[in-house]
């Protein structure tokens, strides 16, 4: 079964390869979606695919990388698109 989620993490996400590891993660995973920086210092990313591999991406994000600091995880369901085409990084 396919779902949808949104994050957006908070603690110290940006300058620490966030982006980049989110991304080699959800390619090994087959997980579909975009990550991206916002403008307050949080992470935000919306993934699509197989219900397992989501949610084991999203407990990745609980985590992130070595040099991640993760204080807070939001998670929101949200419907499946299908619009996806493998996994950016959104500037």
Same mark, same amino acid.
């Given at each position: 079964?396919?779902?949808?989620?949104? +994050?957006?993490?908070?603690? %110290?996400? &940006? /300058?620490?390869?966030? %982006? !980049? !590891? @989110? &991304?080699? @993660?959800?390619?090994?995973?087959? +997980?579909?979606?975009?990550? %991206?920086?916002?403008?307050? *210092?949080?992470?935000? /990313?919306?993934?699509?695919?197989?219900?397992?591999?989501?949610? @084991?991406?999203?407990?990745?994000?609980?985590?992130?990388?070595?040099?991640?600091? +993760?204080?807070?995880? =939001?998670?929101?369901?949200?419907?499946?698109? *299908?619009?996806?085409? /493998?996994?950016? =990084? %959104?500037?």
């Amino acid at each position: 079964m396919k779902v949808c989620r949104r +994050v957006v993490v908070q603690g %110290r996400v &940006q /300058g620490v390869a966030f %982006r !980049n !590891n @989110t &991304q080699l @993660t959800a390619r090994s995973l087959n +997980v579909d979606g975009w990550v %991206r920086n916002l403008g307050n *210092g949080d992470v935000e /990313g919306c993934f699509e695919g197989d219900e397992q591999a989501v949610q @084991t991406l999203v407990e990745w994000c609980r985590r992130g990388p070595a040099a991640a600091r +993760v204080d807070n995880l =939001i998670v929101h369901e949200e419907p499946c698109c *299908g619009s996806f085409s /493998g996994f950016e =990084i %959104r500037y």
